[in-house]
């Protein structure tokens, strides 16, 4: 029966306001990245098949965490990100829409952006939510059709949009899952009669140790 784990990438360039600052691990998502590596090979979690997106965090992510020991590392571009940064900055020069500086702010600005996103209410945007989802839809399917347990390392949207296609999310609900998803965070599907169970949502064991909890990190 096939088994799909699912990681978000370690923590990124929290001061980053683009796409590409944004995308390299701190120090401490490097740390995130081998204490959960160290996790999986101590509780005996192997991996026949090991998946990331293209993006820099994503591939230091899983070499951080050793995972292409287990097996080669194949890099899809399916499985990045959805650009957040530009679609905000689009989004304030648009629609007003300002840009939060903390944590709390996002509560309210991502589903208005998500919203806007899918219903088409920004134009120029990098990709269509209709594209995102397909792309996403597309290479689940063909992980979930291979044989042996994967591992896939990607990002918190991804993941979110995953659940949202799992359990039939509306916005609001997209948007809390990925608000809620932790760096580093561990998420698992097993297939059964050809769909999606979710079996595990944002499991952060490798941090529950007193000393590490400094490392729970959402940004």
Known sequence: MPHI????????NTDARDE?????????????????????QDTGDRFQRVYSGTMRRHVETATSM?????????QDPRL???????????????????????REGF???????????????IEGAPESYADFAQRIREVMEEI???QGRALVVT????????LRQTLALDVSGWAQMCLAIMNT????????????????FNSVAHLEDPARHHAQTHL
């Open 5 to 12: 784990t699912l990681v978000r990438h370690g923590q990124a």
């Open 185 to 200: 965070s561990v998420h698992r599907w097993q297939m059964v009669l050809g769909r999606p169970l979710l079996t595990q």
């Open 144 to 146: 979930a059709a291979g």
């Open 155 to 162: 990002s918190g949207g991804l993941i979110g949009t995953v």
């Open 66 to 74: 050793g995972a292409p020991e287990h097996a080669a590392l194949v």
């Open 20 to 40: 590409e600052s944004y995308d390299k691990l701190s120090p401490l998502g490097h740390q995130q990245a081998r204490w959960l590596g160290g996790y999986m």
């Open 107 to 121: 509560v309210s600005h991502l589903p208005t952006v998500l919203g806007a996103w899918e219903r088409g209410e």
């Open 80 to 102: 990045n990100e959805f650009a957040y940064f530009t679609l905000s900055q689009l989004m304030e020069e648009q629609h007003g829409l300002t840009i939060p500086t903390e």
